[in-house]
Nanobody, 123 residues
Framework: QVQLVESGGGLVQSGGSLRLSCAAS????????IGWFRQAPGKEREGVSC????????YYADSVKGRFTISRDNAKDTVYLQMNRLKPKDPAVYYC????????????????WGQGTQVTVSS
């Protein structure tokens, strides 16, 4: 059974850090693009970061550039999102998702999604 499981969310003070993990089971991540998205209450789901399958190229939304880092460990079938200098605008449920194409911010392009992990930032 194909499954993506996010973990690592929680409550952190503004300026703090969290590392999210996205673990795959039932398949290997090697050939997939992995995207991280987030959705705050009352808002649309938005792309945060993406890492390609071919050359490991990484992409970031302007709102997180310079603060977040995406990485993948294919041996562990896990993708990480290191989030530093968290701000009050960052709280949301964070999701990882996979696609067989290229990195994109279009939500509908992604085939499988995890259940999400909550990130809360206190000021």
């Amino acid at each position: 059974q194909v499954q993506l499981v996010e973990s690592g969310g929680g409550l952190v003070q503004s300026g703090g850090s969290l590392r999210l993990s996205c673990a795959a089971s039932g398949f290997t991540l090697d050939y997939y693009v992995i995207g991280w998205f987030r959705q705050a209450p009352g808002k649309e789901r938005e792309g945060v970061s993406c890492i390609s399958s071919s050359d490991g190229s990484t992409y970031y939304a302007d709102s997180v550039k310079g603060r977040f880092t995406i990485s993948r460990d294919n041996a562990k079938d896990t993708v990480y999102l290191q989030m530093n200098r968290l701000k009050p605008k960052d709280p949301a449920v964070y999701y990882c998702a996979i696609d067989v194409g290229i990195c994109t911010w279009y939500v509908y392009k992604y085939d499988y999604w995890g259940q999400g992990t909550q990130v809360t930032v206190s000021s």
